[in-house]
T-cell receptor
Framework: GAVVSQHPSWVICKSGTSVKIECRSL??????MFWYRQFPKQSLMLMAT?????????EQGVEKDKFLINHASLTLSTLTVTSAHPEDSSFYIC?????????????FGPGTRLTVL | GQNIDQPTEMTATEGAIVQINCTYQ??????LFWYQQHAGEAPTFLSY??LDGLEEKGRFSSFLSRSKGYSYLLLKELQMKDSASYLC??????????WGAGTKLIIKP
């Protein structure tokens, strides 16, 4: 159990286009989903925390108008990178938490590698 | 500020034992996590410690000392497939994970 999927697993796009990444919890409901970004040889950087039915909370330095997050249901959160530029190329990873009470349970998706040309 | 420190890289021999240390300073504390990450893949959960002491899980064990802000991950009977990055993360008072930069473990035959 506790499987999280991401789609697509990799994407190449042209500069200036928008890319949507989906994160789904397949066999549980996730009250909270987290979006991370990881550059090569660096650790995970939390971008935002999204709770179902409410606005996402963005970390300092992350532009909310550029990285649009929608947590429309308890099993789906989407991250849209708008007007992507080469510096947005990175490994984007989502994780899902079943409930606020189970803080030690955070399940990661397989990640999405974004390359912006 | 919040800070997680762990060695950048370690090398060990197949069949041996290796200990990866982690020190943390976070605003509040709700547990210490260890994750394994192979290149190009997402992290996979290894262990969670919230009380002091040693937690053993097969070949992997994790230790926590809250008073010292210190944890270690102990890997026994190393196998080639254990070559990966090992990420230490502390959960702060807001239940957010603060991540270390990871320790790249290289296993040699």
């Amino acid at each position: 159990g506790a499987v999280v999927s991401q789609h697509p697993s990799w994407v190449i796009c042209k500069s200036g286009t928008s890319v949507k990444i989906e994160c789904r919890s397949l066999d549980f409901q996730a009250t909270t989903m987290f979006w991370y970004r990881q550059f090569p040889k660096q650790s995970l950087m939390l971008m935002a925390t999204s709770n179902e039915g409410s606005k996402a909370t963005y970390e300092q330095g992350v532009e909310k108008d550029k990285f649009l997050i929608n947590h429309a249901s308890l099993t789906l959160s989407t991250l849209t990178v708008t007007s992507a530029h080469p510096e947005d190329s990175s490994f984007y990873i989502c994780s899902a938490q079943p409930s606020r009470d189970r803080v030690n349970e955070q399940f990661f998706g397989p990640g999405t590698r974004l390359t912006v040309l | 500020g919040q800070n997680i420190d762990q060695p950048t890289e370690m090398t060990a021999t197949e069949g041996a034992i290796v200990q990866i240390n982690c020190t943390y300073q976070t605003s509040g504390f709700n547990g210490l996590f260890w994750y394994q990450q192979h290149a190009g893949e997402a992290p996979t959960f290894l262990s969670y410690n919230v009380l002091d002491g040693l937690e053993e899980k097969g070949r992997f064990s994790s230790f926590l000392s809250r008073s010292k802000g210190y944890s270690y991950l102990l890997l026994k009977e190393l196998q080639m497939k254990d070559s990966a990055s090992y990420l230490c993360a502390s959960m702060d008072s807001n239940y957010q994970l603060i991540w270390g930069a990871g320790t790249k473990l290289i296993i040699k035959p």
